[in-house]
Nanobody, 123 residues
Framework: QVELAESGGGVVEAGASLRLSCVHS????????MGWFRQAPGKEREFVGA????????YYADSAAGRFTVSRDIPKSTMFLQMTSLNAEDTAVYYC????????????????WGQGTQVTVSS
């Protein structure tokens, strides 16, 4: 059984940085991608960034490129989302997820999901 657990969310001021973690367990696909999504109140879940399961290739949404970095610690089965220069528009619940194909940016293409962690940026 695949399980994903996010942590690291909280309340920060605008301009601050925050690092989210996603610990995973179970039989994940050997290829594909692990990604980060976020969902703000009243909005659809949107892609943030992802990393390939095999080669470690990363790709990002335009809103995250240059400010957010996805990385991983393979021995610790953990994926990270380092966020910098946070602003109020980044306030959302952040989710980690797993897709079977690299390059996926649509939530429906991600098969496994964590419960999410709340990030609130005060202005």
């Amino acid at each position: 059984q695949v399980e994903l657990a996010e942590s690291g969310g909280g309340v920060v001021e605008a301009g601050a940085s925050l690092r989210l973690s996603c610990v995973h367990s179970g039989p994940l696909p050997s290829h594909g991608a692990m990604g980060w999504f976020r969902q703000a109140p009243g909005k659809e879940r949107e892609f943030v960034g992802a990393i390939g399961r095999s080669a470690g290739i990363t790709y990002y949404a335009d809103s995250a490129a240059g400010r957010f970095t996805v990385s991983r610690d393979i021995p610790k089965s953990t994926m990270f989302l380092q966020m910098t220069s946070l602003n109020a528009e980044d306030t959302a619940v952040y989710y980690c997820a797993v897709a079977r194909r690299l390059g996926e940016r649509v939530a429906d293409e991600y098969e496994y999901w964590g419960q999410g962690t709340q990030v609130t940026v005060s202005s």
